[in-house]
């Protein structure tokens, strides 16, 4: 009768490493709030930089978001606006609510997004507050998946 082979016991250090390097990434942007730092040139050579804090909206900051967007839009209809325009009136209501002007560092140039010259710059702001958004909800997606397969 032959003895079973018993696996080899791994020491603890061995299992500690494999689990952190099993571990999920940690991101800022797991969190409601994520702070990050912006820097973006426009075409014309100009830096715009600052602090900013983003906040992941509740329902009722999303409801008031919409009616931001609506008020940019003149209560005009989606049909009757250019589609560059709403897209901007998007970002620029998302922007207004999501971002928090009271955060150190908020830069001066950023309390009026209405006023800047140059869309590049509203656009990249509005992917960093998506990329924050993206993230944030499919981690939460994760997160309930793992607990429901438990």
């Given at each position: 009768?032959?003895?079973?082979?018993?696996?080899?016991?791994?020491?603890?250090?061995?299992?500690?490493?494999?689990?952190?390097?099993?571990?999920p990434?940690?991101?800022?942007?797991?969190?409601?709030?994520?702070?990050?730092?912006?820097?973006?040139?426009d075409?014309r050579?100009?830096?715009?930089?600052?602090?900013?804090?983003?906040?992941?909206?509740?329902?009722?900051?999303?409801?008031?978001?919409?009616i931001?967007?609506?008020?940019?839009?003149?209560?005009?209809?989606?049909?009757?606006?250019?589609?560059?325009?709403?897209?901007?009136?998007?970002?620029?209501?998302?922007?207004a609510?999501?971002?928090?002007?009271?955060?150190?560092?908020?830069?001066?140039?950023?309390?009026?997004?209405?006023?800047?010259?140059?869309?590049?710059?509203?656009?990249?702001?509005?992917?960093?507050?998506?990329?924050?958004?993206?993230?944030f909800?499919?981690?939460?997606?994760?997160?309930?998946?793992?607990?429901?397969?438990?």
């Open positions: 009768m032959s003895t079973p082979e018993v696996p080899e016991l791994q020491s603890v250090e061995n299992l500690t490493a494999q689990q952190a390097s099993t571990a990434e940690i991101d800022p942007r797991d969190e409601v709030e994520y702070r990050f730092e912006f820097e973006h040139v075409s050579g100009k830096r715009w930089v600052g602090s900013f804090v983003n906040k992941i909206l509740t329902l009722k900051q999303r409801r008031q978001m919409k931001t967007k609506a008020q940019l839009g003149g209560g005009l209809s989606v049909a009757a606006l250019d589609a560059d325009v709403w897209e901007q009136n998007e970002m620029i209501a998302h922007l609510i999501s971002l928090d002007h009271g955060a150190k560092g908020f830069p001066d140039w950023a309390k009026s997004l209405e006023d800047l010259h140059d869309i590049s710059v509203i656009e990249a702001l509005y992917a960093e507050v998506v990329s924050h958004e993206t993230r909800f499919r981690r939460a997606a994760d997160t309930e998946e793992s607990s429901q397969s438990s």
